[in-house]
């Protein structure tokens, strides 16, 4: 594809693709919200639970300590 010689050529070519993107945008479907779709999955998980634990005392040690 050959570039744009002028300016104004460069201009009106990124005026048009902007607009194409909007249009995507505007048309685009906006889905579930993904937290609420995956909310409660690893419920009674004994190893998500053991996850969390560690997440939570990996945290803890990360927090300076009070001197």
């Known amino acids: 594809?050959?570039?744009p010689s002028s300016l104004e050529q460069r201009v009106k070519l990124?005026?048009?693709e902007v607009a194409a993107l909007k249009k995507r945008v505007g048309t685009a479907p906006t889905g579930e919200n993904w937290i609420e779709k995956i909310?409660?999955?690893f419920e009674g998980d004994a190893e998500f639970?053991?996850?969390v634990?560690?997440?939570a005392e990996l945290r803890?040690?990360?927090r300076?300590?009070?001197a």
């Open 60 to 62: 803890r040690a990360d």
């Open 53 to 55: 634990k560690l997440g």
């Open 64 to 66: 300076p300590t009070d």
């Open 14 to 16: 990124l005026e048009n």
């Open 39 to 41: 909310t409660g999955t």
């Open 49 to 51: 639970a053991e996850i």
């Open 1 to 3: 594809m050959q570039q």
